[in-house]
C-alpha cells in the first residue's frame, strides 16, 4: 500500500508539473487558407499512417435552421449520400467503402458535416467525390420522398419508440431556453417533413451548401502542395452563394429556476437532468467552466460521482458535461452544462437536486490550487483523446469548428494556453455565478402511470 501511495504522489506531481508548462506542448500543424469562391481549407500533416481523413462541414446545423425548415437540417444529412452530378443513388458509399475507406456525416447544433478517412491515395479520389456532390445534388421527387420516410423512422427508433428517447439531449434546451432558435424541436416535426417539397428542398441546398458556407478540412498523410492542386482543380469551380447571416442566438437571462416534469411510458424507472446555461464562448469564465465539468461530473473521481453514486448510492452512473451532441469547442451559440442520471423510485428528485446543490456549494467557498490542477490534468487528457479520435478525425472536428465559427483554426493549438490561465479563483467565481438554482432547470422524467396514454 505505502509503494502504491508513493507511485501515485510520482504521477500526480508530474502530471500537474507537466499542466504547468503548456509551452511545451505537442503543437498541432494548421496551413489555413481559402479559395476565391469562400470555401475554408485547412490542412493538418500527419504521417504517421498512410491514411487521409477528409471532412466537409458546413454552416448549417439543427438551431440554425429557418423557422419553416424544421428538421431540414437533419434531413439534408440524409439527402448528401442520395446522389450526384456523377454518383448514382447511394455510390458515393460505395466508391469509398470499395476503396477500403469509411465514412460518416452528422447533424449537430451549428454544423452539419461530412467525412470520410481513405488509404492516402486514395485523397483525389475522395476530393473529387466531395466536390461532385457540392456542386450539384441528384434532388429528385424520388430521393426526397424515400429520406422523408428514412428520417421519420429514425425518429420513431431514436426518440418516440425508445425508453428515454430524446432524454435529456433533445427536451432539455426546448426546456431550458427561450429563443426559439435554441429550443425548437431539432428533429423537426413530423408534419413539416410530411409538407416539404422539391422546390424547398432545392432552395435550401443552393443556400447553405455553397463553398462560401463550408470548411475542408484535410488531417494525416498527403503532400500539402499536391493537395493544394487537386483541391484547386475539384472546388474552385463551384459557385458560392447569398448565405443569410446566422440568426440572432442570444438567451435572455434566465432569472429562476425552472422544474419541468414529463412522463415516458416506456420506462420503469425515473430520471432527472439538471442544466446550467454557459458562460459565452470563449470567454474566461468559459475556459473556467471547461474546469468546473472536470471536477464536478467528468470520471469516477469527480465530485456529483463521488456524492450520488459512490456515498449516497441514488444512482450506479452520472452523466453530463458541455454540449451533449459533441464537446466544448464544437459549437457557436449559447450552451448548456448539464447532468443526468437514472435512479431508484424511492429517491425523491428534490433528494437528487440538494445533494447537487451541497456538492457546489463547497465549491461557492473556495477551490484549492491542488484541485484545479487536478481538473487541468483531466482536461489536457481529454483534449488530446479527442484529437486522436477515429483515425484523425477528432482533430479535423476541431480544426473544421475553429474555421467555422472562429476564422481560426490555429485556435486548436492556444487552448491550454487559455486553460492555464483560470486560477482558483476564477473558478470559484465562476460557480458562484452561473451554478446557481435561478440559472438551473431541472427535468424531472418519471414512468408514465398506467391509465395514462
Known sequence: MRVFRVIVFLLIGCCVAAAEKPATSYQVPVDYYKLKNGLKVVL????????????????????????????????????????????????????????????????????????????????????????????????????????????????????????????????????????????????????????????????????????????????????????????????????????????DLKEPPQKEQKKVELQDKLINKPAIAFAYHMPERN????????????????????KLHQSLVQTKGYAGEVSGGINYLGNMFNYKGPMLWMGDLIHDETVTPDAIIAEVDQVIEKLNQGITQQERDLALVKLRSQLYSTMDQFFGFGRADLLASFALFDDQPARINTLEKEFAKVTPELLQKTAQKYLTAANRTVLILQPAKADSK
Open 44 to 247: 493538418s500533416e500527419d504521417h504517421t499512417a498512410p491514411t487521409v481523413t477528409v471532412a466537409v462541414y458546413y454552416n448549417i446545423g439543427f438551431r440554425i435552421e429557418p423557422k419553416d425548415r424544421t428538421g431540414f437540417a437533419h434531413l439534408f444529412e440524409h439527402m448528401m449520400f442520395q446522389g450526384s452530378q456523377n454518383l448514382g443513388k447511394m455510390e458515393f458509399i460505395g466508391l469509398v467503402q470499395k476503396n477500403g475507406g469509411i465514412l460518416n456525416g452528422s447533424t449537430r447544433f451549428d454544423f452539419t458535416n461530412y467525412f470520410e478517412v481513405l488509404p492516402s491515395h486514395k485523397l483525389e479520389t475522395a476530393l473529387w467525390a466531395e466536390a461532385d456532390r457540392m456542386k450539384g445534388l441528384a434532388i429528385t421527387q424520388e430521393n426526397l420522398t424515400n429520406q422523408q420516410g428514412v428520417v421519420k423512422n429514425e425518429v420513431k427508433v431514436n426518440v418516440l419508440n425508445q425508453p428515454y428517447g430524446g432524454f435529456p439531449w433533445l427536451s432539455m434546451p426546448q426546456h431550458a431556453n427561450q429563443n426559439w432558435y435554441n429550443a425548437h424541436n431539432f428533429y423537426g416535426d413530423l408534419e413539416d417533413l410530411d409538407a416539404t417539397n422539391l422546390n424547398d428542398v432545392q432552395s435550401f441546398f443552393k443556400t447553405y451548401y455553397a463553398p462560401n458556407n463550408a470548411a475542408l478540412i484535410l488531417v494525416g498523410d498527403f503532400q500539402p502542395a499536391e493537395a493544394k492542386k487537386w483541391i484547386e482543380k475539384y472546388f474552385t469551380g463551384i459557385p458560392s452563394a447569398q448565405v443569410p447571416p446566422i440568426p
Open 283 to 302: 470567454t474566461p469564465e468559459y475556459y473556467a467552466m471547461g474546469l468546473l465539468d472536470q471536477l464536478l461530473i467528468q470520471g469516477g473521481d469527480s
